[in-house]
């Protein structure tokens, strides 16, 4: 068994929107169901049998027991379960890319290693955070868990699959991959969450396009009301920092 699980969704395709994200949560099996059986407290609360954020978001239809309202009721309403979040889960990662930066013939040398899909590519950075990150020390194992969608499923296991051959600490510590419903799994409606708050946040920040819910994103890094918060690792990949990660790849794949 791993030490440790992490659960990642996305949001967005590249085919639909500007933005598409990878972002999930980090932390060890007791913690995981602690935070799952206050999830579902929350759920038969709110009246839902699973959070969709999609759903959840629009504020002029009533979801559950939220009621259909403006955006910053709508927002009082999901606040709980980001709170359950922040209180309950070590570690957050959220990942963005600009689908038409990423696609751009200036980053053939990442178009050659991931492939033009941005997909594969936020795959491949989100596993090196978990990897990489400060608050998990290097001898713990890492099981993945991804919401399961089979187009993208078959590519993330060829990536890691490379990136085993490729690297031995990958080989060592990520111990699994599987595919998971999040209509059954907690913890990855918490990550559609985050990625779909991410996606909208990214968009906001690439292209100027305004979104009601600034105060939700801001709250999964922002400390609760109990003074716990949710550590993270994030990165917005825009022409610029797509710019510096193709250099940085460059320099250490010589």
Aim: include cysteine; proline fraction near 3%; charge should be neutral.
């Amino acid at each position: 068994m791993a030490h440790l699980y992490a659960y990642f969704d996305e949001s967005g395709k590249q085919s639909d929107h500007a933005v598409i994200t990878m972002c999930g949560f980090v932390d060890g099996f007791e913690r995981w169901r602690t935070f799952q059986d206050k999830w579902m407290r929350l759920l038969r609360e709110t009246q839902l049998g699973e959070f969709h954020a999609a759903k959840a978001i629009r504020h002029s239809h009533s979801y559950g027991r939220m009621r259909c309202g403006t955006s910053d009721e709508r927002a009082e309403d999901i606040l709980p379960f980001i709170r359950e979040i922040t209180e309950g889960i070590e570690l957050g990662i959220a990942f963005a890319i600009d689908v038409k930066a990423y696609q751009s013939q200036r980053f053939s040398v990442l178009h050659r290693a991931f492939g033009i899909n941005p997909h594969n590519f936020a795959f491949f950075v989100t596993v090196n955070s978990v990897l990489s990150c400060y608050k998990i020390p290097r001898h713990l194992t890492i099981g993945l868990i991804f919401d399961d969608e089979e187009k993208h499923a078959i590519e993330c296991y060829r990536i890691l699959k490379k990136m085993k051959l490729a690297n031995p600490e990958v080989r060592r510590r990520i111990t699994s991959i599987c595919f998971s419903d999040d209509g059954s799994t907690p913890v990855l409606q918490a990550s559609d969450l985050l990625a779909y708050l991410t996606r909208v946040e990214a968009e906001r920040r690439f292209t100027g396009k305004p979104y009601p819910y600034g105060k939700l994103f801001s709250a999964f890094q922002n400390l609760s009301p109990t003074g716990k918060h949710l550590h993270f690792d994030s990165g917005f990949y825009d022409f610029e920092e797509l710019s510096k990660y193709q250099a940085w790849h460059l320099e250490n794949t010589k």
